[in-house]
């Protein structure tokens, strides 16, 4: 089987000369070069290079072959004419046998078929048997002599490999027979070759040549030859041999590109070689799965036949193709063995290559992350500046090391990930093992900045306990002085009582009080800096100045408890004395009436009212001594409450900004967060952060410059009343945090954080102490103003407190107008909210229907007021579902009316709590019913206070106009012409609507007055001077300027005469009749009568 590149020579380059000793001779199988594999005809090697164990310069020839060799596939119709075949008998010698069977159109076969079928069955012969030379059996007994003459030369022309015999049979015939004799004799010459031709009369002549066992059955013999059997079974090895051939070639392709293979530099790289590299590899196994395969299927074709070839029917060729498969099969095993070694080696390899990249990849995340781990350490340098802070910032620590815990921890096993590398043997020891050892330094230098840092806490803590339970002892002892009343201590026994409580008192202050600022010192030197220093110097000066006054409380108690007190005999005084005594200046008191007899207390009453006012001055300055000092003690109480409960306050901001808020943002917990959570840390904490920078920056340090001086801590809030505004903006929003807090409240991500801050309370609880505290300050400014009556800044604290309780008020308001739906313009337009609340509403309409009218009187409406400067807004309430902030109601806007045109009247019959609120001229008239009679005189005052400033606007805008004119004019008597309708409605102006009492209001027209207003609406006593604004404010509705009055009038209608005086006009008359008076805006003119018909 040819498995070598490379055909036989061509006719010319072999004569019937050649022979075995010719170095041109092709053996079969081989190339022009004369080399061939061992085994007849089967791969001398299997061509890895790089695997194979049986590497030889033949199977390196056979890999890098450029000539195709032939198959029978190639040649497989050739084949199958029959002219010549290789039975696979042998000469006596092992000399191959090729029959060449009766063929009558030998003649015409093509000379490249003859030769290609020369060429391959000369191949197919082992080395050896081929060396020895082949025996031609040429069956012409059919033949003529001619063709039988032509077919040798032919063939002896053609021949590719070593002769050694040559048996023709010639012709059967008589005279064919005789012809050949004699030809043959005469035409030896012809027949010259190195080998003997012989011609055979018959077959049993040519048993004499080669026994009957190695000639087929149409030569006498036995051996049993199927061709179309040996054509398949040929095709069959020789396919199985091309895929060994191939496959070794993809192996050592393959092995030469692992061998050639770069290691990448990242795990995604590395992965993907490392992967790619796997599915060649497993291609090519299942390539060779299949070589296998297909050879034992061959195999299994051939039969199971001995190695000797001694069984009957069993030819050599056939054992050779038996041995050549099994060959090959083995060679197969071998290089399947040899590559799963390479490919264990490369895999490991890529391996730990990955391994490796991983292994950087996990250093540089983890060494990043320490590396901020231990700037973030860095910072840790507050040691706190009270206790609460101090169990914060340890708690922050424990958290900070819980947190930083899991990267600690990762770089530990990541360290020891690396030195199980280095065990295995890995091929990048010199690049692992350093890192190694830099994570441990990172890892133990973390854990001994954090027990450094414990330490540190633990002794400000411990410090800061010190200092908390001297100021306790301190504040338990300004109580009991202050709980001491002044009345019973006056006796023996209340001095007793009360010195006996100080003495106890001061028993405790061993294990109370600071003993020596040095040895403080000295004791806490590591962490003590210049704040604390001064904090630690307060708290000594504070416990040595309340020793100081318990020391003088304590004299002051002795002496007390020992004064033996004198019997006194009281004498009632004499009533006559009392009648004559005269009355005392105002800076004398009543001492007469402290005698006993009438002349005895004239003589010696001035004397002993003089010595009792000394005494009672003495025992009032005492007193008052004492008080004050209580008073300052409370004061001092109270504000250290104040900045106790701020220093808490600010702490729980900033663990909930640090603890929640900041949390949302951390890549590591955005798992934990539910989609509703997202981008939505604005809504659930509103201005939070802005709040607790306002406290921590500015509040707090503002409020510790006042500890010495509480009573004038008010200052501290007027000075930042308007930051208070932004707990408007939280409390705004605290109804959209409240209902996104119900929806995720039970998010794994705020169960965590509130396990890593070791909360008791949720954050919800958190998150309505802003609200809380802006209510708690105008309790303790109460509780400070109540003790500071007669201080200095007593002033301040009730501004400030007055300011505070505004500032709820807005809030409260606010609260309410963000409800308001349905308004379609710019509510910040009306002014300032001033009130707003819940009443029943009546209408009384002119314009509407009888029936309409009718049942508006008898059926109240519910409506919600919203009272601003320049509106008052009519707006129904709807209560919401839901708990909590999701059950504040809502406000449907109704309608709104324009304080230009709006009156009042303040009174309605039958009810206290009635009033009326009409507009445009009474034709809208809304009777208005409050809650409680309080509520509507608060309401009535406010409406009235709003009347009252646009009406002195109009008189400034009245008197501005009035000083610029350049003249005025004389008025001459008064005519009877009126005036028109239009000119009357402008005299009426603004002040007919005021409500105050005090004064009346007048009118310049010659003509007759307007109309007076029906009964219940009232004309209103106003100032003098009138004015008309000159913008409307954009309300149509109110063509008319309309008044209100105190109450509303039983009697039917009837003309309120003006009262004589001097009155301004405000607007132009000049249209009339030729007596009509003519004015102009600003002249001041004097109102002597009112006629019957509004004539003056």
């Known amino acids: 089987m040819p498995l070598r590149e490379g055909a ?150 053609s021949f590719p490999a070593n002769l050694q015999l040559v048996l023709v049979l010639r012709p059967t015939g008589f005279f064919q027979r005789t012809l050949s004799d004699i030809a043959f004799k005469f035409n030896r010459d012809d027949f010259k070759m190195k080998v003997p031709v012989i011609m055979l009369s018959s077959v049993p002549d040519l048993h004499g040549y080669i026994d009957k066992s190695q000639l087929t059955e149409d030569l006498g013999g036995t051996l049993d030859y199927c061709h179309s059997r040996w054509l398949c079974q040929r095709t069959a090895i020789e396919s199985f041999a091309l895929m060994v051939k191939h496959t070794a070639q993809m192996l050592q392709s393959f092995g030469t590109e692992l061998a050639e293979t770069e290691l990448p530099n990242d795990v995604q790289s590395t992965s993907s070689v490392l992967c790619a590299h796997t599915e060649k590899k497993d291609k090519a196994k299942e390539d060779l799965r299949l070589a296998l395969k297909e050879g034992h299927s061959v195999l299994e074709s051939l039969g199971e036949l001995q190695a000797e070839g001694s069984e009957p029917g069993v030819n050599q060729d056939q054992l050779d193709n038996q041995a050549t498969v099994q060959r090959l099969l083995a060679q197969l095993n071998e290089t399947e063995a040899a590559f799963d070694e390479f490919w264990a080696k490369h895999q490991q390899k890529l391996e730990q290559c990955l391994q490796l990249r991983h292994f950087e990849q996990g250093f540089r995340e983890v060494k990043a992350i320490l590396d901020a781990v231990c700037q973030k350490i860095a910072t840790f340098t507050d040691i706190g500046n009270s206790l609460a802070h101090v169990e914060h910032l340890l708690r922050d620590l424990a958290s900070f090391e819980e947190k930083s815990g899991v ?160 019997p ?40 002993r009212r003089a010595k009792s006012e000394m005494s009672e001055s003495r025992q009032g300055r005492g007193s008052a001594g004492e008080e004050e000092e209580s008073l300052a003690i409370l004061r001092r109480h109270v504000m250290s409450e104040l900045l106790d409960t701020e220093r808490a306050y600010v702490e729980e901001l900033l663990c909930v900004l640090e603890g929640y808020a900041a949390e949302m943002d951390n890549p590591l917990m955005a798992h934990l967060l539910s989609t509703g959570l997202h981008n939505k840390k604005d809504v659930l904490f509103g201005n939070m952060e802005e709040i607790y920078h306002f406290h921590n920056r500015i509040f707090l340090r503002e409020l510790e410059n006042y500890i010495d001086c509480p009573e004038l801590v008010g200052r501290c809030f007027l000075e930042r009343m308007e930051d208070f505004q932004i707990y408007e903006k939280y409390c705004q929003n605290k109804p959209r945090s409240e209902s996104l807090w119900r929806q995720c409240s039970d998010c794994p991500f705020f169960q965590e954080c509130q396990r890593k801050l070791d909360h008791k309370l949720s954050l919800d609880s958190y998150l309505l102490k802003p609200v809380q505290r802006i209510t708690k300050y105008q309790l303790l400014l ?53 009130m707003q ?229 405000v607007a132009d008359h000049e249209k009339g009749g030729p007596d009509a008076l003519v004015v102009r805006s600003g002249d001041v003119v004097e109102l002597v009568q009112q006629g019957d018909e509004g004539l003056w």
């Open 8 to 157: 036989g020579p061509s006719p010319a380059s072999h004569g019937p000369t050649h022979g075995p000793s010719d170095p041109r001779t092709c053996l079969p199988g081989r190339g022009a070069d004369g080399m061939r594999p061992r085994g007849g005809g089967a791969l001398g090697c299997c061509g890895l290079c790089s695997f194979c164990t049986c590497r030889g310069a033949a199977g390196d020839e056979i890999m890098h072959q450029d000539i195709v060799p032939l198959c029978a596939a190639d040649i497989q119709d050739q084949l199958k004419k029959r002219f010549a075949y290789l039975s696979g008998g042998r000469g006596q010698d092992g000399s191959p046998v090729i029959t060449f069977p009766d063929y009558p159109a030998f003649s015409e076969i093509p000379d490249k078929e003859f030769q290609n079928v020369m060429t391959y069955l000369t191949s197919i012969p082992s080395l050896q048997d081929a060396g020895i030379g082949f025996i031609l059996v040429i069956d012409r007994r059919r033949d003529k002599w001619t063709s039988v003459k032509a077919s040798v030369l032919r063939i002896a022309a």
């Open 407 to 566: 990267s600690v921890e990762r770089a530990r096993a990541l360290s020891l990930d690396g030195e199980q590398l280095i065990e295995n043997k890995h091929y990048a020891v010199d690049s692992i093992r350093p890192k190694c050892q830099e994570l441990r330094h990172l890892c133990d230098q973390f854990s001994a900045e954090i027990v450094r840092r414990r330490g540190l806490l633990s002794k400000s803590l411990e410090l800061h306990r010190r200092l908390e339970t001297s100021l306790k002892w301190c504040d338990e002892g300004i109580y009991l002085l202050a709980s001491q009343p002044v009345d019973k201590c006056q006796s023996q026994d209340g001095a007793e009582a009360a010195l006996q409580e100080i003495e106890k008192f001061l028993e405790t202050s061993a294990e109370n009080k600071i003993q020596e600022l040095n040895t403080i010192y000295k004791e806490y030197e590591s962490i003590l800096n210049q704040d604390l220093m001064e904090h630690v110097r307060k708290v000594f000066q504070k416990q040595a100045s309340m020793e100081e006054v318990f020391h003088r409380r304590q004299a002051s108690l002795k002496k007390l408890a020992a004064r033996q007190t004198r």
């Open 568 to 607: 006194v005999q009281p004498v009632a005084p004499r009533p006559e004395a009392l009648a004559k005594s005269p009355c005392p200046s105002p800076g004398i008191r009543r001492g007469s009436e402290n005698s006993s007899s009438e002349g005895g207390a004239l003589r010696r009453g001035p004397y």
């Open 782 to 834: 109460k509780e400070m103003l109540k003790y500071s009556k007669n201080c200095e800044g007593a002033e301040d604290l009730q501004e400030a407190l007055s300011s505070i309780l505004g500032i709820l008020k807005a809030v409260n308001d606010s609260m309410h107008l963000i409800a308001i739906t349905g308004y379609d313009g710019n509510l910040g337009d009306l002014g300032k909210l001033l």
């Open 837 to 1065: 609340g819940s009443f029943s509403v009546w209408t009384d309409h002119k314009r509407g229907h009888t029936k309409v009218k009718e049942l508006a009187r008898f059926k109240p409406m519910q409506r919600h007021l919203f009272l601003h400067e320049k509106a008052v807004l009519f707006c129904k309430k709807r209560e919401e579902n839901g708990e909590g902030y999701e059950k504040a109601p809502s406000y449907s806007y109704k309608q709104s009316l324009n304080m230009a045109a709006v009156g009042i009247t303040e009174n309605v019959k039958g009810d206290a709590k009635k009033f009326e609120i009409w507009y445009n001229a009474r034709e809208e008239v809304y009777i208005v019913q409050a809650p409680t009679p309080e509520i509507k005189a608060a309401w009535v005052n406010e409406i009235r206070k709003v009347l009252t400033s646009q009406l002195q606007a109009c008189r400034e805008a009245s008197q501005h106009r009035a000083l610029e004119q350049s003249q005025s004019l004389p008025l001459p008597a008064p005519t009877s012409t009126s005036p028109s309708r239009g000119n009357s409605r402008n005299l009426k102006k603004l002040e007919e609507r005021k409500t105050d009492p005090l004064s009346l209001e007048g009118y310049v027209s010659s003509a007759p007055l307007p109309r007076p207003p029906e009964k219940g609406k009232g004309w209103s006593k106003t100032s003098h001077s009138l004015e008309a604004p000159e913008d409307d404010g954009g309300w149509s509705s109110a063509e008319e300027q309309v008044n209100s009055s105190d109450a509303e009038e039983d009697g039917g209608l009837g003309l309120k005469k003006l009262v004589p005086g001097k009155y301004t006009v």
